[in-house]
């Protein structure tokens, strides 16, 4: 059954448009833990655009589930993260002039490169997940390169227009996450998905973990941060009853 990790960047997003110290991710990682997640995700960009590195060090301190971080496959964030030990670090693209993160990373086309990050990581006894669209091909590679996850891309899905269309991303995930457990890794999913499109994908089969940021800060402005994790965390558990 499928669980929820918060992702808490857009937090330090709304704290970095005016360059203060509120609202603080910390104190909302601390929150979405008590209210249901199992873990806290967050993406150190190279241009800290909003998470910083205080932020990482001290949510190292008080994260006690899970503390994914996402990261380039760049040598400055294999050391930072060498230095923190999170739980998990995520290899995602990232290219400086995006909004969001765009596309799955290419681990199919980086087989020779991306080694040389997951190997440290691996051995300094971090779990290593790469972030890639729903593609047997990124699955492929994935094993491959000896990581223990992957995280499936789900924006095609959450972009879909259309029955027909949304069915047929919803299969490409179904077969992408068949084909990852079939072969030893574990699944985990995230990228655009709302109270309103979450419940089918929390449904497939060996699913294992949620990354959900955007959605939840947004109904947090109504509702309270607290509640809006909580709600999320039960769409998803009850998604994932039999």
Avoid: W
């Avoid at 179904?174 to 079939?182: N, Q």
């Avoid at 509702?223 to 965390?233: L, Q, S």
């Amino acid at each position: 059954m499928a669980k929820l990790c918060v992702n808490v960047d857009h937090v330090a997003t709304i704290r970095q448009a005016r360059r203060t110290d509120e609202p603080d991710p910390v104190a909302a990682a601390l929150i979405a833990e008590r209210s249901g997640a199992v873990g806290v995700t967050v993406h150190l960009r190279e241009d800290r655009r909003h998470i910083q590195d205080r932020d990482l060090r001290l949510l190292r301190q008080v994260v006690r589930g899970k503390l994914n971080l996402e990261m380039a496959a760049v040598e400055e964030m294999r050391a930072i993260a060498l230095e923190i030990r999170p739980d998990q670090a995520t290899l995602v693209p990232e290219r400086r002039q995006e909004v969001t993160t765009e596309g799955g990373l290419d681990a199919a086309g980086q087989i020779d490169r991306l080694p040389a990050v997951i190997g440290p990581l691996r051995s300094a006894g971090i779990q290593v997940s790469l972030f890639i669209d729903p593609r047997l091909a990124q699955i492929e590679a994935a094993r491959q390169l000896g990581v223990d996850y992957v995280e499936l891309n789900t924006a095609a899905y959450a972009e879909a227009k259309g029955q027909g269309a949304h069915r047929c991303e919803l299969g490409a995930l179904r077969e992408a996450a068949e084909r990852a457990h079939s072969l030893g890794l574990g699944v985990h999913a995230g990228h655009g998905l709302t109270y309103l499109n979450v419940e089918p994908v929390a449904a497939l089969p060996h699913l294992e973990e949620l990354n959900i940021g955007h959605s939840i800060v947004s109904h947090a402005v109504f509702v309270g941060f607290e509640r809006a994790v909580r709600e999320m965390a039960d769409l998803i558990e009850r998604a994932g009853r039999p």
